[in-house]
């Protein structure tokens, strides 16, 4: 028995170290708070950046450490139910504002409200803050957003001789119709449309056109109703695809660094894709290839388009919310949400960290989206209940269907609105 006393010693020590690691942040003897910080970033840059600013917290703040934990974009959703459920949630969490909403009222994140400073709180504006209200409270911190812009092949523009759109003077959607029509052929489409997840992308740019598709009764139900405004960005992609021939077919299916190869080869004029895009681009065009950032089209209500900011919010569970506010004002001071945006090739959500130099420069398109920041709005089924359902099970698959002919657009109302709002019931009751 003493001899095996040692190695038992040894492996009760170190399953009470994978306990520790696998629960949320605590205190540890000597009072020192650990915080568990599960981060998205996913990029080399984005990632070097936030692992610097976590690293310089804890120079800063010996007795409130943070623990820097590697997330998924593809999994964090059912991994964060996963880990609410079992009350193995990290402190602060990195997500997205349109996947908060069932978390929210389901009570796992911290109403930040009375937790966050007066300086970050009054830096946001409060069109941002509603993309992460949720009824009465306040559950993330919207800190970057990028809006939907044009990559276009600068050489095929020219060539065209099209009028170049600008954020003072952006093409209608009528007029993009028309461009891409012209800038097709000799086996050359105007633009791509990558359309493997076709609905947030068809929503967020219907707001352009005064589109909201989803309602408020007077009770505060939820309901869609599919009316004229919501059909113009549908019915310009469609016609784009079958009548015109100036979209290629091909890529509706796609995501977007799938078009990329086409795009650099001369395939596309235009690809719309998230700004995010550009480092992309950056690191993969060939040399010499000229390229820029055009606005999308403008409609009825001008510029604006719907955004998903990506959020920081603070688990309910979490025995030391107030020391995770305290880091996330640091993790979001202007000087720091700068160095955060320019490693994901995003736009911040603040004010002042707006107003950065590096964030107007012509260089890669960054003056572009930095004039749209004005324009962004929360997507127009951030609050809705039941979404993440109706839009992988019903919008989806009649969106794909619509843009590829098999069905039209009454068919596509009648999905649309009559199942929707069967799903939306549900969760409304």
Request: charged fraction near 20%.
């Amino acid at each position: 028995m003493r001899a095996r006393t040692p190695v038992l010693c040894a492996v009760l020590a170190l399953l009470g170290t994978l306990l520790t690691a696998c629960s949320g942040g605590g205190e540890a003897d000597d009072g020192r708070v650990t915080l568990r910080f599960q981060s998205l970033a996913w990029q080399q840059e984005s990632v070097a950046a936030t692992e610097e600013l976590v690293a310089e917290w804890n120079a800063a703040h010996p007795d409130v450490r943070v623990e820097y934990v590697q997330g998924s974009w593809d999994s964090v959703h059912d991994q964060l139910l996963t880990s609410f459920e079992g009350g193995e949630a990290p402190d602060v969490i990195h997500d997205a504002s349109d996947d908060l909403a069932d978390f929210a009222y389901g009570g796992y994140l911290a109403d930040l409200r009375g937790l966050l400073s007066e300086r970050l709180t009054a830096d946001i504006p409060e069109r941002t803050w509603r993309t992460a209200t949720f009824g009465d409270g306040v559950y993330g911190v919207p800190f970057l957003q990028e809006p939907r812009v044009l990559i276009a092949n600068t050489a095929l523009l020219r060539a065209a001789d099209v009028r170049v759109p600008t954020v003072a003077e952006p093409w209608t959607w009528e007029e993009f119709r028309r461009v891409t029509r012209r800038l097709s052929g000799d086996g050359v489409h105007g633009v791509a449309w990558p359309l493997k997840e076709p609905v947030s992308a068809t929503l967020n740019l219907s707001l352009s056109a005064g589109g909201r598709l989803f309602h408020r009764d007077a009770d505060g139900r939820a309901r869609i109703r599919f009316g004229p405004a919501d059909q113009v960005v549908p019915e310009t992609i469609r016609a784009q695809t079958g009548t015109d021939g100036s979209a290629s077919r091909t890529t509706l299916g796609s995501g977007g660094s799938d078009t990329l190869p086409g795009f650099f080869a001369g395939r596309y004029a235009m690809v719309p894709l998230g700004f995010s895009y550009r480092q992309q681009i950056v690191q993969q065009a060939p040399e010499g290839f000229e390229w820029q950032v055009l606005p999308a089209p403008a409609g009825a209500a001008g510029l604006s388009q719907g955004v998903s900011p990506q959020t920081l919010s603070i688990a309910e569970d979490s025995p030391h919310k107030e020391e995770a506010a305290a880091f996330l004002d640091f993790l979001l001071r202007p000087a720091n949400m700068v160095r955060l945006a320019l490693g994901d090739w995003m736009l911040p959500t603040g004010t002042e960290a707006l107003r950065d130099p590096a964030l107007h420069t012509d260089e890669d398109g960054w003056a572009t989206g930095t004039a749209l920041a004005g324009h962004l709005r929360p997507a127009p089924a951030q609050s809705v209940r039941g979404y993440p359902e109706w839009k992988d099970k019903i919008a989806t698959p009649a969106f794909q269907e619509y843009y590829s002919g098999a069905i039209g657009l009454g068919e596509l109302r009648r999905r649309l609105e009559d199942d929707g709002n069967l799903v939306l019931a549900r969760y409304q009751r």
